[in-house]
């Protein structure tokens, strides 16, 4: 399944809302994804020593505008190609750093739940199911991406 123009749209318009407010976007990103997943936060080398997810972390922010970005990509090039393809050596590398901090692939749907739940908040009045989906579909794919690489590692 790919995604509409329409739909296409919706994720790069709300993408460009959400990122005017990223300190709060990647703190509570952060903060569902370890509600639903406690344990992923000895992963996190910049959580490690902490006792609560740092409102002012530098790397924390970048990292999570990070993976709003890349998804929002992810949904363009749905829309422009029907597949994703992120640059080759960006997904080896991805697929690396992944396995190396032991992440597997059930992982990838607590942080998609974390994603879509961030999204719903941030946009409150303007969210619809349908920019819900494109973002699911977008992420979607771009995990698929990660996850090939992750068991094409050894
Ligand atoms: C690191 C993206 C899924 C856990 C990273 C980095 C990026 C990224 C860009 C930084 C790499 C670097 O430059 O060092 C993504 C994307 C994902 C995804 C786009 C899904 C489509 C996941 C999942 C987990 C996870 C499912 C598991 C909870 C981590 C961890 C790091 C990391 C632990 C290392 C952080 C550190 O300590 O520096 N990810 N990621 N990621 N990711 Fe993900
Ligand atoms: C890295 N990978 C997946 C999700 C993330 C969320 C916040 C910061 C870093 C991340």
Same mark, same amino acid.
């Given at each position: ?5 329409? &739909? ?6 709300? %993408?460009?809302?959400?990122?005017? !407010? ?6 509570? @990103?952060? $903060?569902?994804?370890? #509600? ?13 020593? $902490? *006792?609560?997810?740092?409102? !002012? !972390?530098?790397?924390? /922010?970048? +990292?999570?505008?990070?993976? @709003? ?7 363009? &090039? ?10 080759? $050596?960006?997904? /080896?590398?991805?697929?690396?750093? +992944? ?5 597997? *692939?059930?992982? @990838?749907?607590?942080?998609? #739940?974390?994603?879509?739940? $961030?999204?719903?908040? =941030?946009?409150?009045?303007? %969210?619809? &199911?349908?920019? !819900? *989906?494109? %973002?699911?579909?977008?992420? *979607? +794919?771009?995990?698929?991406?990660? /996850? =090939? #690489? ?5």
């Amino acid at each position: 399944m790919g995604i509409s123009e329409k &739909q296409e749209a919706l994720v790069k318009e709300s %993408w460009e809302l959400m990122k005017q !407010n990223v300190p709060q976007l990647s703190l509570r @990103f952060f $903060t569902l994804i370890l #509600e639903i997943a406690p344990a992923a936060k000895g992963m996190f080398s910049f959580l490690k020593d $902490t *006792d609560e997810i740092p409102e !002012n !972390n530098p790397k924390l /922010k970048a +990292h999570a505008v990070r993976v @709003f970005k890349m998804t929002c990509e992810s949904a363009v &090039q749905l829309r422009e190609k029907g597949e994703v393809v992120v640059g080759d $050596t960006t997904l /080896k590398y991805l697929g690396s750093v +992944h396995v190396k901090k032991g992440v597997i *692939d059930p992982h @990838f749907e607590v942080v998609k #739940e974390a994603l879509l739940r $961030t999204i719903k908040e =941030a946009m409150g009045e303007s %969210w619809s &199911q349908e920019m !819900n *989906d494109a %973002w699911g579909e977008a992420y *979607d +794919h771009l995990a698929s991406a990660i /996850k =090939a #690489e992750m068991h094409a590692e050894v």
